[in-house]
């Protein structure tokens, strides 16, 4: 039986981040003449194949601004992930503008880009309390975590609908030797698999690339992989048209 297809959510964050390099203070008053527009990127991507848009909503608004978010709501038809830190400001954002899901991640100011997983042990009652709120919006939640068998448990009695796989230490090993590389995809693929177990849906992310995802795709039970670096660094060569179909025909091996 032919497995169903991996999802690709294109993460549009470092649109914004051009954007922002530029008209810092003026991103929301310039009108069109602000170039990139990440909600244009996104309407790209749209119709090129993704499956869904992620946004992260930083506390520093470094990026992407709240009304992105909300131009974003009305503007895609597929769904969006709201990347945000477990805050209550950020929790009130997503009650109001109801992305389709809600991806949980730790949020450190002076990191470069997402670092590590979100700590659930540590972090139980608040997570559980934002899962239960965000659920009875009809928003569902993910948590993104290392490939940690015991951050899965925790995750599971949450009550989450999905796991984001943390592949970030994968990606740097793919980087140093094979056998490295070896190690962190079987960490990968022994969570996938725990977290299938525990009936969660399981998605990835996190330094996939076009090289990189040839192996990573073959890990068991993907549901989506969310990329963002990649797709939008190659798509100031190809356009973003073609950066999203060739990195969805790689996904599920149209492409070699
Ligand atoms: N998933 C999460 C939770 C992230 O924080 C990021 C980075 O914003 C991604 C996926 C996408 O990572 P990359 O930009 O390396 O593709």
Known sequence: MQSPDILLGVNIDHSATLRQARYRDHA???GKMVEPDPVEIALHAQRAG????TMHLREDRRHMQDSDLR???QMVQVPINLEMACTEEMIAIALDVKPEVVLLVPEGRNEVTTEGGLDI???QAAITDAVA???DA????SLFIDPDP????????TGCAYVELHTGAYANAFYETAAEAATELERLRDAAVRAHEGGLKV???HGINYVNIREVRHLPHLHEMNIGHSIMCRALYTGITEAVREMKALMNGQLR
């Open 121 to 123: 042990i540590g972090n």
């Open 203 to 205: 998605n990835a992310g």
């Open 133 to 135: 709120r965000l659920a």
């Open 138 to 141: 009809g928003i569902s939640t």
């Open 71 to 73: 131009l974003l709501r």
């Open 150 to 157: 015991a951050q899965i448990a925790a995750s599971v009695a």
């Open 28 to 30: 929301l008053d310039r």
């Open 50 to 53: 993704a499956d869904a848009i």
